[in-house]
């Protein structure tokens, strides 16, 4: 069965520190990979996707994520975060060919001033 | 201009009730879900609907019923509620039904059954 594990459930950071989030998934079959942030009390918004093609995507606030097929990974990376980056983090992956998501648990980004 | 609009925001009832919540979009997608979010953040499908028609129906106790009139809108109505169905019920929209689409989530719907 396919799974999505994220192991840290809540990182916290000082302001202008590197941070890595982690997203494994086990899957026999190949994905889509997504990673959504929940700001407080509102719904998940995309942050980025990997579909096909290069493995290093961006998203418009400095986000990146790789997908490493070898390790079956997909790290949610920013050089130097924000206050306003603060969030709830889930990694989600949905299999090709199907249309349905499975989302990790949530890492939680606390960034510290 | 919201994309994805749920009501009610809060939802306060008592065990035992029947209760609905209604979710529009409006960004011309045929494709609709419901997620249940619990207390620990744990994000997980329910029901999707495509064009109307039922297209995932997970493990999901029979009190629970989906109903899209349109493809813009997906209500879900809980009959006897419990106190374990105390969560965060989103919705969701795509346009058709890959993988590789983006979903679309509303605000949330805090259901408290006490």
């Known amino acids: 069965a396919q799974s999505v594990t994220q192991l840290d459930s809540q990182v916290p950071v000082f302001e202008e520190a590197p941070v890595e989030l982690r997203c494994n998934y086990s899957s026999s079959v190949s994905v889509y990979l997504f990673w959504y942030v929940q700001y407080p009390n509102q719904g998940l918004q995309l942050l980025l996707k990997?579909?096909?093609?290069?493995?290093l995507v961006e998203s418009i606030n400095g986000f990146e994520a790789e997908f490493n097929k070898s390790q079956t990974s997909f790290h949610l990376r920013k050089p130097s975060v924000h206050i306003s980056d603060t969030a709830e983090y889930f990694c989600?992956?949905?299999?090709?060919?199907?249309?349905?998501?499975?989302f990790g648990t949530g890492t939680r980004l606390k960034v510290l001033a | 201009d919201t994309a994805v609009s749920q009501t009610p925001k809060y939802l306060v009832t008592q065990m035992g009730n029947d209760k609905s919540i209604k979710c529009e979009q409006n960004l011309g997608h045929d494709t609709m879900y419901w997620y249940k979010q619990d207390s620990k953040k744990f994000l997980k499908i329910m029901f999707s609907?495509?064009?109307?028609?039922?297209?995932i129906n997970e493990t999901v106790p029979n009190r629970f019923s989906p109903k899209s009139p349109d493809k813009a809108h997906l209500n879900l109505h809980i009959n006897s509620l419990e106190l374990g169905d105390s969560a965060v019920y989103f919705c969701?929209?795509?346009?058709?039904?890959?993988?590789?689409?983006?979903?679309?989530f509303g605000p949330g719907t805090r259901l408290t059954v006490l």
């Open positions: 990997y579909l096909s093609g290069s493995t």
């Open positions: 969701a929209s795509s346009q058709g039904t890959s993988g590789a689409n983006e979903q679309f």
């Open positions: 609907y495509n064009n109307k028609e039922l297209i």
């Open positions: 989600a992956v949905a299999l090709s060919g199907t249309y349905k998501y499975i």
